[in-house]
């Protein structure tokens, strides 16, 4: 997801002499960096193996991006349901190849936008979806047969699903057809972001059922995008980001298995999103890194050996909190670097951010040059040509092989805690994070690490680019067609809707089926979650000390 707030990056700080015109000598995760490489350097046994196979460490597939190139994946969303739809069609006129969707606050932490704690936020961040008529709305004219759509939701996944599923129903498409992914992923919500909703508890039962009932019924679905993106976000280094997302993919299939459901069943539908910052090096080395470890965990822990599995995909997502306000035209630079650094680490899906996201949701203009980004590295540098380009460089597999055992040595100690749920409440995701995060700060601040345009090369006087502003009216309007449909309603089939899906949490039910039924009989997000709410209790964050 993009980032909603202009980092520490974004602010201006004051400048004086540079203490040095030297480049850093470590990584941003602290791995000493060598002048140069020799075969020497990289630690004796190690094998990356060749693309395509176990580990899996140069690549899911064995021919790279010769059959199939990444998924060119914008991520779009503001305001009203009907502007979000003309932004899709848009960008898939330009050329992207699948849709995926940002929603405001309110409908990611379940309130519809007539709540008191919705006020001022619809809108703003995403597009505000409250019931099945805005989601018909933005569907429109979308063939969801044949295109891929991601959803970045966690705490009301299972509602916003229950949405696609009853509008696919209406249209006459068969569930079996749909294929895209929920980012489904309520653990680092609790370690790094906080759009959530229910405890913790009750959170895991809502996604292993999401795993049980697509599992049957909607075979194609992606069930969860476990995200070391917004982990990495909330300030963690690149090895953080790779052992805490794949500790709580470990966590998700253990709960799986407590659930009664079938690892080998379950494995080869959970995909990950990651981030990828400045660092070049690094972040190929991660990517490597992050399918190796995956690999190993589901061989060595679930016996599982389905290279549909063990083949770690992941889709990407520029830096958010690398993007500056101040000259944004510099970002483009970022964000071209950055984008090249996933497609040679060889991610299957990406998104790129737009030079205006530190200061406002991107335009049209930005959108389209974020797009064209891309389609720049797949069809004019060459790079899509050769499956892991840069496997072999000592540099490369140095790294990589460094991050797999930092990595590892991380996970290790989150297994003593009693994995990363236990870890998670105890608050060390959180402290960790924080900690990488003020040493980051520290870092800018000193000037030790240079952000172009903030602490270095500041120029006196700029001018301001077009930004996007969301009208208040936007909200006034969404109220009101919420208003209208609450009215034109039957109320007493969706009290009875709204206990069955009472009566399913209380009962132990998968809670899937109830929630389509309720959704597609017109009961609202908010109601939903508001239902539920009086079973399962809300969650509230302890503070992180």
């Known amino acids: 997801m993009r980032s909603r707030t202009v980092s520490a990056r974004t602010v201006s700080i004051s400048i004086g002499p540079m203490s040095t015109n030297k480049p850093d000598t470590a990584t941003t995760s602290g791995i000493p960096v060598r002048p140069s490489y020799a075969p020497g350097d990289v630690p004796q046994g190690w094998d990356p193996g060749?693309?395509?196979?176990?580990?899996?460490?140069?690549?899911?597939?064995?021919?790279?991006?010769?059959?199939?190139?990444?998924?060119?994946?914008?991520?779009?969303?503001?305001?009203?349901?009907?502007?979000?739809?003309?932004?899709?069609?848009?960008?898939?006129?330009?050329?992207?190849?699948?849709?995926?969707?940002?929603?405001?606050?309110?409908?990611?932490?379940?309130?519809?936008?007539?709540?008191?704690?919705?006020?001022?936020?619809?809108?703003?961040?995403?597009?505000?979806?409250?019931?099945?008529?805005?989601?018909?709305?933005?569907?429109?004219?979308?063939?969801?047969?044949?295109?891929?759509?991601?959803?970045?939701?966690?705490?009301?996944?299972?509602?916003?699903?229950?949405?696609?599923?009853?509008?696919?129903?209406?249209?006459?498409?068969?569930?079996?057809?749909?294929?895209?992914?929920?980012?489904?992923?309520?653990?680092?919500?609790?370690?790094?972001?906080?759009?959530?909703?229910?405890?913790?508890?009750?959170?895991?039962?809502?996604?292993?059922?999401?795993?049980?009932?697509?599992?049957?019924?909607?075979?194609?679905?992606?069930?969860?995008?476990?995200?070391?993106?917004?982990?990495?976000?909330?300030?963690?280094?690149?090895?953080?980001?790779?052992?805490?997302?794949?500790?709580?993919?470990?966590?998700?299939?253990?709960?799986?298995?407590?659930?009664?459901?079938?690892?080998?069943?379950?494995?080869?539908?959970?995909?990950?999103?990651?981030?990828?910052?400045?660092?070049?090096?690094?972040?190929?080395?991660?990517?490597?890194?992050?399918?190796?470890?995956?690999?190993?965990?589901?061989?060595?822990?679930?016996?599982?050996?389905?290279?549909?599995?063990?083949?770690?995909?992941?889709?990407?997502?520029?830096?958010?909190?690398?993007?500056?306000?101040?000259?944004?035209?510099?970002?483009?630079?970022?964000?071209?670097?950055?984008?090249?650094?996933?497609?040679?680490?060889?991610?299957?899906?990406?998104?790129?951010?737009?030079?205006?996201?530190?200061?406002?949701?991107p335009t049209t203009e930005a959108a389209r040059l974020a797009l064209r980004t891309q389609q720049v590295i797949a069809y004019e540098t060459g790079v899509a040509r050769v499956a892991d380009p840069l496997g072999g460089s000592w540099a490369i597999e140095a790294l990589t092989a460094e991050i797999v055992e930092k990595a590892s040595a991380l996970i290790g100690r989150i297994d003593e805690m009693g994995g990363a749920l236990a870890a998670i409440e105890a608050g060390y995701f959180q402290r960790e994070i924080q900690e990488a995060a003020y040493q980051a700060q520290k870092a800018i601040e000193s000037k030790s690490q240079v952000v172009v345009g903030v602490n270095e090369f500041v120029l006196e006087e700029e001018n301001p680019i077009p930004t996007m502003t969301i009208d208040p009216k936007v909200e006034t309007e969404q109220v009101e067609r919420l208003a209208a449909f609450r009215a034109r309603r039957d109320d007493a089939k969706v009290e009875r809707l709204r206990a069955d899906l009472v009566a399913a949490a209380k009962e132990g039910r998968n809670l899937m089926p109830p929630i389509v039924e309720a959704v597609d009989g017109n009961v609202t997000l908010g109601e939903v979650v508001a239902s539920l709410k009086t079973v399962f209790g809300e969650h509230r964050d302890a503070v992180t000390l």
């Open 50 to 361: 060749v693309p395509g196979a176990f580990p899996y460490t140069r690549g899911a597939m064995a021919g790279g991006y010769r059959k199939k190139l990444w998924t060119m994946r914008q991520y779009a969303g503001f305001s009203t349901a009907r502007e979000s739809n003309a932004r899709y069609r848009y960008l898939l006129s330009q050329g992207q190849t699948g849709l995926s969707v940002a929603f405001d606050l309110p409908t990611q932490i379940g309130f519809d936008s007539d709540a008191a704690l919705a006020r001022g936020e619809v809108g703003r961040v995403g597009v505000a979806i409250d019931s099945i008529e805005d989601m018909e709305t933005l569907l429109d004219g979308i063939p969801l047969g044949d295109v891929s759509i991601s959803m970045t939701i966690n705490a009301t996944a299972s509602v916003l699903l229950g949405f696609l599923l009853a509008v696919a129903r209406r249209r006459g498409t068969e569930w079996k057809a749909l294929s895209g992914t929920i980012q489904n992923d309520i653990l680092k919500e609790y370690a790094a972001r906080g759009t959530y909703a229910f405890p913790p508890k009750p959170s895991m039962r809502l996604i292993t059922d999401i795993f049980g009932f697509c599992a049957e019924n909607v075979p194609r679905w992606n069930t969860i995008s476990i995200s070391g993106y917004h982990i990495r976000e909330a300030g963690s280094t690149a090895v953080q980001e790779v052992a805490f997302t794949l500790a709580d993919g470990v966590e998700y299939l253990s709960a799986a298995v407590r659930a009664g459901l079938d690892a080998k069943a379950i494995a080869p539908r959970l995909t990950f999103f990651f981030n990828v910052h400045n660092d070049f090096l690094e972040e190929i080395a991660k990517f490597r890194a992050a399918r190796t470890l995956w690999a190993r965990l589901l061989k060595d822990r679930f016996g599982i050996d389905d290279p549909r599995a063990q083949a770690l995909r992941f889709h990407t997502q520029t830096a958010g909190s690398t993007l500056t306000a101040q000259q944004p035209d510099v970002n483009v630079v970022r964000v071209a670097i950055q984008a090249l650094a996933a497609v040679l680490g060889g991610t299957q899906s990406l998104h790129t951010n737009s030079r205006d996201e530190a200061l406002a949701l």
